[in-house]
């Protein structure tokens, strides 16, 4: 092979040389995608764990509340107020917020400890009450 057939070589090798370059920038490229996902799923599962870790933490805050204490004469009093507003219960015996409000307001006059009776401590001792 002469010079004049190293002439026509030479740009052949430019080409070889881009193309394996080229190809060399693409693999780079796809190994930074993969670690840029990598990162992208490892701070999603962090974030995740951190979101449900603070969101059961919340939750064990606001039980932190004390519970209700019912002596007798106060679940006597609310089973007979229900019974005597059983027109206002759902079909499925459910009552509307305003009726447990109202049995928590009857019955206030009867708290010995603990917390006073809200409507929802109202509604959980009639929801235990009528499962049993």
Known sequence: MGLEGLADFIPCLRTLNLNLVSKMDYQADLNNQRLIWASVA???ASLSHFT?????SS???QRSSPLASWNDEETAALIQFLHTN?????DNGNFK?????????????????GPPKTG????NK???????
Do not use: D, P, Q
């Open 120 to 123: 929802e401590s109202v509604k």
């Open 97 to 113: 917020k305003r009726t447990y409000n109202a049995a928590a307001e009857h019955i206030s006059g009867l708290l010995t400890s």
């Open 86 to 90: 059983h027109a206002e219960a759902g």
């Open 59 to 61: 939750m064990a805050r």
């Open 126 to 132: 009639w929801t235990s009450y009528v499962s049993v």
């Open 42 to 44: 490892s701070l999603a």
């Open 52 to 56: 449900v870790e603070s969101f059961i």
